[in-house]
Structures are given as structure tokens and as C-alpha cells.
């Protein structure tokens, strides 16, 4: 397509769940960004990668997330043992470079009860 | 790290009036972006504006880095225009302010 799109739409899991997010970002773009957006705040920034590598990833919270992009196309977020402070709505993004213009997708939206 | 903030929080707007919302950062940064998020939580990129000044429509953003803010201007403002307006900074990673929410009544 020609957006970067997220699989899925909604997410409902139960505490203690392995979830997987996932993004396809625009054809051609090398970088790929994760932010996590609560209910009345801007996104936070997760996780940034350049083609397969994670160039940065401070945002990350702690160990049970993890992302990964094997190929340099699409991205799957991880989040083991989620706990309801998890719930949020997942923002995938993408760019042609590092220093570009980001490209937003409509995000998953995780509600861990 | 780097501050973003973001004024006013919240605006109410009649429709067609202009509007100027601003965001102060504070450090210097590789790049600035304006994003309006809509209702349904799209987040459209609006400008990509490190410096200097870019108009698109009725919108339009000044940047000066030097003095470490930038400016977006809503012109003639219509329903549509309601949302979040984001302004994010990069200096590494990402960070976005905490966003002005305009209501734009009919």
C-alpha cells in the first residue's frame, strides 16, 4: 500500500500475555520508528531502526519489550508478561532516512485487562 | 534530555478565525515536525521545518532554531481543522510536546 500500515487494529490481552505488533512500513523507506501513546499525551518514543539494525532503542521500558526488523521492511514488537499500565495505543513510523520526514501509521491499540 | 513544550493546551476557535500555536524547545535539534493527530488518532505530518519558514494552504510554520521555537500558524480555521496539534523534535530519538488540542465550532 502506499501508508505504513499496523496489524492489528485492536488488541485485547490478559495479564501476564505474550502480544506481538506489527508494521509495514512504505516501500522503500530504511527507517523505522515505535512510539507508544497514552490517552492524553503526546507519543513516546520506543525504539528506531536503520534498515535491520536497532540504531537506538533507550526507549524501550524494560525487558519484556523487544523489536525486531530482519529484513529491513517489516517490524514485530514484542511485549512478554504485559501488564495493564501496557495498555496504550502502539505508533509505527517510517522514513526514507534518519534526518527525514516521518510517515505515521493508524496504530494498535492494546488494552491488557 | 531535550524539552518540548507546547501553548496553549487547549484552544477554542469560531470558524474562520486564525489561530498561533507554539512550541519552545530546549536545545538545539537536527529536525522539527508539526503533526495534526484527528479524532480517529491519524497522525498526518504537516511540516518538516528544522529552520526557516513553509506555508501549505492555510497553514503555515516558522521555525528559528537560534532561539529554539517554532510557530504554527491556522488560517480561516474550519471544523476540520479540530485535533491535536503535535510538535516533535530530534536531537537521536524523537520527542514530541504534549500537544495543543483545538475545537474549531461551526
Known amino acids: 500500500g502506499a501508508g505504513v500500515s499496523q496489524t492489528p487494529s485492536n488488541k485485547v490481552t490478559e495479564k501476564g500475555k505474550y502480544v506481538e505488533l506489527r508494521c509495514d512500513p512504505i516501500?522503500?523507506?530504511?527507517?523505522l520508528y515505535w512510539y507508544r501513546q497514552s490517552l492524553g499525551q503526546g507519543p513516546e518514543f520506543l525504539i528506531y531502526?536503520?534498515?535491520?539494525?536497532?540504531?537506538?532503542d533507550s526507549g524501550l521500558p524494560n525487558d519484556r519489550f523487544f523489536a525486531v526488523r530482519p529484513e529491513g521492511s517489516v517490524s514485530t514488537l514484542k511485549i512478554q508478561r504485559t501488564e495493564r499500565g501496557d495498555s496504550a495505543v502502539y505508533l509505527c513510523?517510517?522514513?526514507?532516512?534518519?534526518?527525514?520526514?516521518?510517515?505515521f501509521g493508524p496504530g494498535t491499540r492494546l488494552l491488557v485487562l | 534530555g531535550i524539552q518540548v513544550e507546547q501553548s496553549p493546551p487547549d484552544l477554542i476557535l469560531q470558524e474562520g478565525a486564525n489561530s498561533t500555536l507554539r512550541c519552545n524547545f530546549s536545545?538545539?535539534?537536527?529536525?522539527l515536525q508539526w503533526f495534526h493527530q484527528n479524532p480517529w488518532g491519524q497522525l498526518i505530518n504537516l511540516f518538516y521545518?528544522?529552520?526557516g519558514t513553509k506555508q501549505n494552504g492555510r497553514l503555515s510554520a516558522t521555525t528559528v532554531a537560534t532561539e529554539r521555537y517554532s510557530l504554527l500558524y491556522i488560517s480561516s480555521s474550519q471544523t476540520t481543522d479540530s485535533g491535536v496539534y503535535f510538535c516533535?523534535?530530534?536531537?537521536?530519538?524523537?520527542?514530541f510536546g504534549a500537544g495543543t488540542r483545538l475545537t474549531v465550532k461551526p
Open positions: 513510523a517510517s522514513s526514507l532516512g534518519g534526518t527525514e520526514t516521518q510517515y
Open positions: 516501500s522503500g523507506h530504511t527507517a
Open positions: 531502526f536503520q534498515g535491520t539494525g536497532a540504531a537506538d
Open positions: 536545545d538545539s535539534v537536527n529536525n
Open positions: 521545518i528544522p529552520s
Open positions: 516533535a523534535v530530534e536531537l537521536g530519538d524523537m520527542r
